[in-house]
């Protein structure tokens, strides 16, 4: 199998040449997640000889999930090609599930991008693309067991890297899952550079981080939280594979 | 000397009666890093019974340092009373530590907060509205050693915790200390359930996050590439304490 997630960061092979301009970008959309996107962009933003787009259908202000606005630098239409695309997750990601321009652009745009790198449940919009038949991928912990449905082989990872595709688990996993990129993209020092940069050796006040480590209170009221939206990406995802 | 910095997060109090709406606000400005801002609202605007608001100057949209434009939603004459007020760094930090509108509003608004948080070079703008004087505090590690030109007590910590102040290292701390806050706010386990739906278990794939960390090589060229911005800062901060 094509995959290499189980190789140690320090042996990734980086085969862009330096001298070759990255064009990276983020798609955004209504009610994403924003750290989903905010936290790749604080980190691929200083990678080396690069430019970020931000893209989205159209020009108009997009409001995350919380209210926090992002304005979109450049149209699907318009958008350059890509070596590296960046697919967020949050709740929204139902709302752009069956939209065909969307949906198309991931697809067209992964097809010829270097790297494709799903955070959150930007895995699933990346399904709905057909991306993910016969990999292995990651999502947030609550859509987990959703991958199965587009073909994939779930992983229990933060990280999962398979040939050109990285996932990241939920959310803040984006941060991990970009300094990975960072290093596929121009190596580790690099990466390194970035992470004294944004002093990133976190120090979390409690171990709730995930299913396993969280109160099972905590837990319970999460699962509990969550019982709708997982029902509707179900049901939606159950009526879209039908047709891929 | 009044400060709880060494207690652990289990023990902090909660003084906040639950029914208490609570009102959350960040500055915004111009060339600040974003994830200053963008990591401690992904916690806070999940916090039970509060509103969290976007503050700046005027309503005019804000470029982060790597050109992500915010949309305030509110200026600092219309902003309500704080329960929490959040002040967010990087380099744009300079372009505001002489602006009285920005560092007036800090001074009063922490005069009637119940908590201020700063974020990495927050701490500088904290520290120019004279909150440091006599505290202990933390920010970015490069900009460490300008504490004390504040008259703060300087802590190498990642969250530092003085009474009602409370300061993150650099960038990334502030998903860390928003942590904390959450838990002074409503409790530990309003904390660890925030926790649990940002999946926040970081896995960081290089050991590089801090000076001490980070191979020496590449802390050799941080310093390096940040060498001008820290003597514009320590020159200008020379020339403003002279008036505090």
Redesign the interface.
């Known amino acids: 199998m094509d995959y290499i997630h189980t190789m140690p960061?320090r042996a990734l092979p980086v085969s862009i040449p330096y001298d070759h301009h990255l064009h990276i970008g983020a798609i955004i959309f209504p009610a994403m997640?924003?750290?989903d996107f905010?936290?790749p962009?604080?980190v691929l933003?200083?990678v080396p000889n690069s430019t970020?787009h931000?893209i989205a259908r159209d020009l108009n202000?997009v409001s995350d999930e919380?209210?926090?606005?992002?304005?979109p630098e450049i149209t699907f239409r318009e958008a350059p090609p890509l070596d590296v695309l960046i697919v967020p997750g949050g709740p929204g990601q139902i709302g752009v599930m069956e939209d065909d321009d969307t949906i198309s652009f991931i697809r067209d745009c992964a097809a010829g991008a270097k790297y494709v790198f799903s955070v959150?449940t930007g895995a699933l919009l990346c399904g709905a693309a057909g991306l993910l038949k016969g990999r292995v991928w990651t999502t947030?912990?609550a859509s987990h067991h959703l991958l199965k449905e587009f073909g994939a082989i779930p992983i229990d990872e933060?990280?999962v890297v398979d040939g050109k595709f990285i996932s990241a688990?939920?959310?803040?996993?984006g941060?991990?899952g970009a300094?990975?990129l960072v290093?596929l993209l121009r190596g580790?020092?690099a990466?390194?550079?970035i992470?004294?940069?944004?002093?990133?050796?976190?120090?979390?006040?409690?171990d709730?981080?995930?299913?396993e480590?969280?109160?099972h209170?905590?837990?319970f009221?999460?699962r509990a939280a969550s019982r709708h939206l997982m029902e509707t990406r179900q049901e939606q995802i159950k009526r879209i594979t039908g047709s891929i």
Chains 1, 2 share one sequence.
Do not use: M, N
């Not at 919380?66 to 304005?71: D, N, Q, R, S």
């Not at 992470?195 to 409690?206: G, S, V």
């Open positions: 960061a997640d924003q750290i905010t936290g962009f604080e933003c200083r970020f931000i202000p919380h209210g926090l606005l992002f304005t959150c947030h912990w933060r990280v688990a939920g959310v803040t996993a941060l991990d300094l990975r290093a580790e020092e990466a390194q550079q992470q004294l940069a944004i002093e990133y050796q976190p120090e979390p006040p409690f709730s981080g995930t299913p480590r969280a109160p209170s905590v837990l009221k999460a």
